[in-house]
DNA sequence: CTAAAAATGTTACAATATAACATTATAGAC
DNA sequence: GTCTATAATGTTATATTGTAACATTTTTAG
């Protein structure tokens, strides 16, 4: 995912978003020879349905809509075998969840997040990476993970004024 | 606080910086017209004493051996004032909060957090936020409050072997 | 002193997450 | 195919973190 396609265009086909996302996730689960069962990948799917951040009850509410004894270690063992695999992240600001469009590489996150509709997006930009590494560095501290999250607004809710009204 | 004071040296004279951090917290309340209260001032001492994320049940516990009637509102309030005043800062990848150590300045927080002794240390490096803000533009995000906690190990602890065995 | 405002006390509960153990489904050996 | 070990899920209970709502006390200002 480059920079310039961080927020989908509003023509974005999102079926084949999903689906391709999804498709993604099968074959990684296939080469690392884990399953990818059928709660898991629903539960993924629900990440994936918004492209934005959904609460474990928000998805817990929609399992026992279809499933008989969901409850909340059904949802948390998802998100934690989802999570070790790198299909989804989590948000910390808001003990959130969202897939990730690109799990086959490790990284941490930069997640931009729109405070009016909730849309996000990761970047994996890495001069924002070398920039923390070197002032981390230079006060003799050794990164492992680092976690940005940053709020604000979205192409959509900027231009639309969103936001301080 | 500049970069290369970041983390404290081992001879760091706490007791003073504890003190200063306080007398800095009395100051910016009677410039402000608000009351740093006892209660407020001590859960300021508490968040201050060990230069490490401290839980507000953590704090509740230490409240409780002290005060008559410290409830989970109790600390929440305190926190709550010293937050709205920069005072203290909540790390979210804890749940946990920790003093600020330039709270006159408005700042989101880059926080270097280790894994092994939890001591925790801010930067405010402008050229991270700068790379944060030039991606963030690129992909026509309007930059409100950036996190960034960055999980990993102290000088102390690096230099210890720590984290890995 | 008195009234308004601010701060704190108190009780109850909401939201998020995990522990522990039982049951079921899957994969591989035979 | 059957058996067995392992992985996954079901189930119940509980831990942790955070708020709502209203009562009481303290402080401020007239
Ligand atoms: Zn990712
Ligand atoms: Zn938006
Ligand atoms: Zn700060
Ligand atoms: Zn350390």
Avoid at 18 to 27: G, K, N, T, V, W
Avoid at 61 to 75: F, I, M, N, Q, S
Avoid at 146 to 153: F, N, Y
Wanted: aromatic fraction near 6%.
């Amino acid at each position: 995912m480059t920079l310039s396609t961080a927020f989908m265009d509003t023509g974005h086909d999102h079926a084949n978003c999903m689906e391709s996302a999804l498709d993604r996730a099968s074959a990684l689960c296939g080469e690392r020879g884990v399953r990818l069962t059928p709660l898991r990948r629903r539960v993924l799917e629900l990440v994936w349905v918004g492209h934005k951040p959904l609460g474990a009850y928000e998805i817990l509410d929609t399992l026992k809509a279809e499933r008989r004894g969901a409850a909340p270690p059904t949802v948390y063992r998802a998100l934690d075998f989802l999570l070790q695999h790198g299909l989804v992240h989590r948000i910390e600001s808001l003990n959130s969840f969202v897939g990730c469009p690109d799990p086959l590489k490790p990284h941490g996150g930069q997640f931009l997040i729109c405070r009016s509709c909730g849309l996000t997006a990761e970047l994996n930009d890495h001069r924002i990476d070398q920039a923390i590494r070197n002032s981390a560095n230079q006060a003799g501290f050794a990164v492992g993970r680092p976690m940005i999250e940053i709020e604000g607004l979205c192409p959509y809710c900027r231009d639309a004024g969103e936001g301080s009204p």
